[in-house]
């Protein structure tokens, strides 16, 4: 069984993150890392792994040079082999453009089942899986709390605000697992020198017949206007809570906001 | 004029109020022709009628609920085709996120998600890396397809007398493809949705487990019980009441956070709150900065002393 990770290159969250001046995410203003929300993603195709003899798990990434520290990443936690993405024309590009680069991918990597996580952590969309199964007719089993797998077909929890729902497709198939499937691993000593050995792949939009036309900032169906920093926000009162003071102050806020 | 293609989410055998928004949102663009999930129903024909809908379009096909996302995709495809909308609008749920991409990859159109705000002219408001930035944007090829965030904009009523039709939609094999083999309702809390509550108290690794004194509160004022990344993985609050990057993002009239230190997942839920107070033993914890009110207490004894006083003052 060949599984493909979906590993995105993002800017750290904990870092300051900006625009560059064509309105696109600044991927140069601050180290990026794998998006936190695909480790998990990663994590659920080494239990995979491990759980069977004959997995094969391909991280495939769409990123400038430092997405390579993504891929590197993933390789350390226990991935087989990486495919990186790598085209300047593919700068700018929008979520459609993306999902058309990563769809006609997969179809060349040909795997049996294809795992994401819930969403990048810097464009927050959640819609590249479902845009790519849209591209590839393939069943779609998105936002797994848990994810289980068997020869030909794999079952999902997704949970929603009033119903747990158990959802079955076969294979192949792409799913997105949430951070509720099971915290990540950390990479290993072992994995860390393994990592070095395994084979990372690099493909361009000719390697996947797609024009350079159809991506990138020109091509993209959304326009960013504007871009504007939130204005920081104006230092309130803090008080301590000696003698009661504190949820005194509580009361009379909420007095004053007329919720009691 | 031209139609405003909006999808009705249904809730407790009506429409939900982001539903109402939604409708609100797209009487600026069109007129809004509000597609339902489900067999005709005069209740929810009668509120959508009442918020503006120029018509209702039912679509029955059993399909929509055995099998995730791929058919009211393509129902809605085959709807736009026929109505030729100027936009379509979808809630930014989960599943609506979800519609929307497959909605764009099928028309050819742009595609923009979790938009707090629309004007006339289509321009839509993001607010983006937790908050910190606000994005305003357009579509420039296509129908625009946009999903908004809850409490985007006030419901306003426009009674209409929406015209009814049932669509005749095919759903192809290929969108039958991931079955819902089996759904297990959710308890309610029986306390305001989330997302939409004016007051929402939240807790976080420093309740140590213990909602009580949160819960109390949110009932005394009204509102929804949220909780941290923390707490959730902690296992102490389910995971539907979550609040941040990867739960819910609110922006409620009053945030109370409690017990939470305002890691920027969790800020990236609820930065935007109109007014927040924040309750944590540790004065250097980064939710201070973002509070109107800050106390550095023991929350137990903090929102203890609180609870007391409202309940005294309600006597």
Not at chain 1, 194 to 201: D, I, N, S, T
Not at chain 2, 249 to 274: D, E, F, N
Not at chain 2, 276 to 284: C, G, S
Request: aromatic content about 4%; overall charge negative.
């Amino acid at each position: 069984m060949k599984i493909v990770v979906l590993a995105k290159y993002v800017p750290d969250a904990t870092a300051e993150r900006t625009f560059a001046s064509d309105g696109t995410v600044d991927r140069t203003a601050s180290a990026g890392l794998l998006s936190e929300l695909d480790e998990y993603a990663v994590e659920q195709a080494l239990q995979i792994a491990e759980d069977r003899d004959d997995v094969e798990v391909v991280i495939m990434t769409l990123g400038g040079e430092d997405a390579a520290d993504a891929i590197k990443r993933a390789l350390q936690m226990g991935a087989s082999a990486a495919i990186h993405i790598i085209d300047d024309a593919v700068h700018g590009s929008d979520a459609l453009a993306t999902s058309l680069v990563l769809a006609a991918a997969i179809k060349k990597a040909g795997p049996d089942l294809v795992i994401c996580g819930m969403a990048s952590t810097d464009g927050t969309m959640g819609v590249i899986p479902a845009m790519i199964a849209e591209r590839l007719g393939w069943p779609a089993a998105t936002l797994g709390a848990t994810l289980s797998v068997t020869e030909d077909r794999l079952m999902i929890r997704r949970d929603t605000d009033v119903a747990s729902l158990m959802i079955e497709a076969s294979l192949p198939a792409i799913v997105s697992v949430t951070d509720q499937s099971g915290e990540a691993r950390y990479p290993s000593m072992k994995g860390i020198l393994a990592a070095k050995k395994k084979p990372v792949e690099s493909w361009t939009l000719a390697d996947l017949g797609i024009d350079a036309a159809a991506v990138g900032l020109d091509a993209a169906w959304t326009k960013v206007l504007q871009t504007t920093p939130r204005p920081p926000k104006e230092q309130g009162r803090v008080v301590g809570d000696e003698d009661g003071a504190g949820s005194a102050a509580l009361v009379e806020f909420l007095a004053a906001g007329k919720y009691i | 004029m031209s139609g405003v293609l909006i999808v009705a989410e249904q809730v407790d055998s009506n429409v939900s109020k982001p539903t109402l928004e939604l409708l609100t949102l797209a009487r600026r663009l069109g007129e809004p022709v509000a597609v339902v999930f489900g067999e005709t129903d005069d209740a929810i024909t009668k509120t959508l009628g009442e918020y503006g809908a120029t018509r209702v379009v039912f679509v029955a096909d059993s399909s929509a609920t055995e099998y995730l996302v791929a058919p009211k995709a393509e129902a809605l495809g085959q709807i736009a085709a026929s109505v030729d909308p100027v936009a379509i609008l979808i809630s930014s749920t989960p599943e609506g996120k979800e519609i929307a991409g497959r909605l764009a990859v099928k028309l050819e159109s742009g595609l923009i998600t979790d938009a707090t705000d629309i004007a006339a002219d289509g321009t839509t408001t993001q607010s983006v890396f937790a908050g910190n930035w606000t994005v305003t944007a357009a579509v420039t090829h296509g129908i625009p397809v946009v999903t908004v965030k809850p409490n985007a904009v006030t419901p306003e009523l426009a009674p209409t007398e929406p015209a009814i039709s049932e669509a005749e939609v095919s759903i192809s094999d290929a969108a039958r493809t991931a079955h819902i083999v089996s759904s297990e309702p959710k308890e309610s809390s029986g306390r305001p949705e989330l997302t939409e509550a004016a007051v929402v108290v939240s807790g976080g690794r420093g309740t140590g487990g213990n909602f009580a004194a949160i819960e109390e509160l949110a009932d005394l004022l009204g509102g929804a019980v949220g909780a941290s990344r923390a707490a959730v993985d902690a296992g102490w609050y389910p995971y539907a009441y979550q609040i941040g990057q990867t739960g819910k993002t609110v922006s409620p009239q009053l945030y109370i956070a409690a017990g939470i230190s305002g890691a920027i997942q969790h800020r990236a839920g609820m930065q935007t709150s109109k007014a927040i107070v924040a309750v944590n033993k540790d004065a250097e914890a980064p939710i201070f900065a973002l509070a109107d009110l800050g106390i550095v207490g023991d929350l137990h004894k903090v929102l203890g002393s609180v609870i007391a006083e409202i309940k005294q003052r309600k006597m």
